[in-house]
């Protein structure tokens, strides 16, 4: 069974970079068929999608954080990666990743997600 | 941008049906997904390409999309379907998300 887990710090300084890791288990991050993702929601907010990447290292970002967001895959541990620069208050978000299936390349719908971790900025 | 519009709020009585609607620019020639969210909860894949179920969940969740409008049907409704829902497309090489609706089941 696929589970997918986030880890990283709970607290981040303003202006800082807020850094997280998805470390995939149960299935290989390697597969033509998904994408991986990061999609946040702040609290008592709706869902932001923040970027997907394929297991090749290819990228899709939300133009609204594009900026400032790298998603990155490390097939060899089973992992992706999110890195959020320059964080204000308003990054403050359960931050979830999670598995897209694709249906027609590039658009796809997420059907495994991880438990999610909250962070918090702080100034 | 592209948007997906939501109704903040649906109540529904228990045993009755349930509409939720998502609108969007020519959203039918999209593929539709929506998900729920329980509170405290991950959210769960409940419909994909509009009208489709994961296994195991079940058939009174429904899904259409035309025009400009997807709708998540939910049929005699339980009060375990109490919770946030979302919908989802991708336009434009961005994944888009609705606002979600609370369902109220009273």
């Known amino acids: 069974q696929l589970q997918l887990q986030e880890s990283g710090p709970g607290l981040v300084k303003s202006s800082e970079t807020l850094s997280l890791t998805c470390t995939v288990s149960g299935g290989s991050i390697i597969s033509s068929s998904y994408y991986w993702g990061w999609i946040r929601q702040p609290p008592g907010k709706g869902l932001e999608w923040i970027a997907n990447?394929?297991?090749?290292?290819?990228?899709y970002y939300n133009p609204s954080l594009k900026s400032r967001v790298t998603i990155s895959v490390a097939t060899s541990r089973n992992q992706f990666s999110l890195r959020v620069t320059s964080v204000t208050a308003a990054d403050s978000a359960v931050y979830y990743c999670a598995r897209c299936l694709i249906v027609e390349v590039p658009s796809c719908y997420f059907d495994n997600w991880g438990q999610g971790t909250l962070v918090t900025v702080s100034s | 941008s592209y948007e997906l519009t939501q109704p903040p709020s649906v109540s529904v009585s228990p045993g009755q049906t349930a509409n939720i609607t998502c609108s969007g620019d020519?959203?039918?020639?999209?593929?539709a997904s929506w998900y729920q969210q329980r509170p405290g909860q991950s959210p769960i894949l409940v419909i994909y390409?509009?009208?489709k179920r994961p296994s195991g969940l079940p058939d009174r969740f429904s899904g259409s999309n035309s025009g400009n409008t997807a709708t998540l049907t939910i049929s005699g409704t339980q009060p375990t379907d109490e919770a946030d829902y979302y919908c989802?497309?991708?336009?434009?090489?961005?994944?888009?998300f609705g606002g979600g609706t609370k369902l109220t089941v009273l």
């Open positions: 020519k959203l039918g020639h999209k593929y």
């Open positions: 989802q497309a991708w336009d434009s090489n961005t994944e888009v």
């Open positions: 390409q509009d009208k």
């Open positions: 990447v394929y297991y090749s290292g290819n990228t």
